[in-house]
Nanobody
Framework: QVQLVASGGGLVQAGGSLSLSCAAS????????MGWFRQAPGKERDFVAG????????YYADSVKGRFTISRDNAKNTVHLQMSSLKPEDTAVYYC???????????????????WGQGTQVTVSS
């Protein structure tokens, strides 16, 4: 059974940085696109950043562009999200997700992704 385990969340002051990681198991990692989504209380789960199966293409939500960086290490079956210049509005549970197949580009809909991690809490204080 495919398993995605997210880690690295925590509490940070506004303007600070955090790095999230997602480790995948039982997954032919190089054949899946990966994405990070977030969900704040009472809100829908929103796309944050994504990276295609090879790592050659990335895409970011406008709200995090220039502040967040997604990367992947296919040899280690991991994907990372480096977050800097954090704002209180970045507070949410962050989820990593895997999308089956070597599709072109990066996709932003929750329904595009086949597997999900358990989520990790990120809290940014003002």
């Amino acid at each position: 059974q495919v398993q995605l385990v997210a880690s690295g969340g925590g509490l940070v002051q506004a303007g600070g940085s955090l790095s999230l990681s997602c480790a995948a198991s039982r997954l032919p990692f190089g054949t899946y696109a990966m994405g990070w989504f977030r969900q704040a209380p009472g809100k829908e789960r929103d796309f944050v950043a994504g990276i295609n199966w090879s790592g050659g293409s990335t895409y970011y939500a406008d709200s995090v562009k220039g502040r967040f960086t997604i990367s992947r290490d296919n040899a280690k079956n991991t994907v990372h999200l480096q977050m800097s210049s954090l704002k209180p509005e970045d507070t949410a549970v962050y989820y990593c997700a895997a999308e089956l197949g070597r599709r072109v580009g990066v996709h932003v809909q929750v329904s595009d992704y086949n597997y999900w991690g358990q989520g990790t809490q990120v809290t940014v204080s003002s």
